[in-house]
């Protein structure tokens, strides 16, 4: 089974709207945590924001939040007031607290901010 | 600058060349780990280093790929006898360690190499 799946292969928003970007994951390791990366067209893979699996709060940062799920294992970001430069692919990532050091990331999700 | 390094940026070689592609990750990071990733395509786990302990090989395509860490901290990825497949970006990334079973240290990304077997 796959570890984190991202079912939006491209998504569009209207700049200054909200905007949210699916991510589940499989684990059943207690301990975990989630990440999502935003690649720009340039290349670079940009760390935004984390959630613990202990965390009892849904994670803030700046425009960015996550919409963390635990029963239903979902982890989606919240993109808040689109901005033209926010069009890039993102990633969803998973670290297992307990079982090593990989990293398990998902197929992304192309964002498209309209003007 | 603090973070990852990746050199050459770009690497152009013909097929059947052999090729080594260098990480130099942040100091104090003993996770390193390598991913490929195709135009538009997500990222493909290759291997990845922790401390002293052996490598995960994992994600090796074929036996033409190997990488090693030395010292515990430039890796070099070598890609044997080169085909045109192997076209992608490379990138390198590097992390803490768990730290006593919690799970937030992010991993840190170079900038990649860009490959382009003729």
């Known amino acids: 089974a796959q570890k984190i799946t991202q079912t939006q292969p491209g998504m569009f928003v209207q700049e200054k709207e909200a905007v949210t970007l699916d991510c589940t994951y499989d684990t059943s390791d207690p301990s975990y945590g989630l990440f999502w990366y935003k690649q720009p067209s340039s290349g670079e893979m940009i760390f935004l924001i984390y959630?613990?699996?202990?965390?009892?709060q849904n994670a803030t940062e700046g425009r960015y939040s996550l919409n963390f799920q635990k029963a239903r294992k979902s982890a989606n970001l919240v993109i808040s007031a689109s901005q033209l430069g926010d069009s890039a692919m993102y990633f969803c990532?998973?670290?297992?607290?307990?079982?090593?050091?990989?990293?398990?990331f998902g197929t992304g999700t192309s964002l498209t901010v309209i003007p | 600058g603090a973070g990852v390094s990746q050199s050459p940026s770009n690497k152009v070689t013909e097929k059947g060349k052999d090729v080594e592609l260098r990480c130099d990750p942040i100091?104090?990071?003993?996770?390193l780990y390598w991913y490929r990733q195709s135009l538009g395509q997500g990222l493909e786990f290759l291997i990845y280093f922790q401390g002293n302990s052996a490598p995960d090989k994992s994600g090796l395509p074929s036996d033409r790929f190997s990488a090693e860490r030395t010292g515990g901290s430039v890796s070099t990825l070598t890609i044997q006898r080169t085909q045109q497949e192997d076209s992608a970006v490379y990138l390198c990334?590097?992390?803490?360690?768990?730290?006593?079973?919690?799970?937030?240290?992010?991993?840190?990304f170079g900038d990649g190499t860009r490959l382009s077997i003729l």
């Open positions: 990532a998973m670290r297992e607290g307990n079982t090593g050091n990989q990293f398990y």
């Open positions: 100091s104090g990071h003993t996770a």
């Open positions: 990334a590097s992390s803490l360690a768990l730290n006593g079973g919690y799970s937030n240290q992010p991993q840190h």
């Open positions: 959630q613990g699996s202990y965390d009892q």
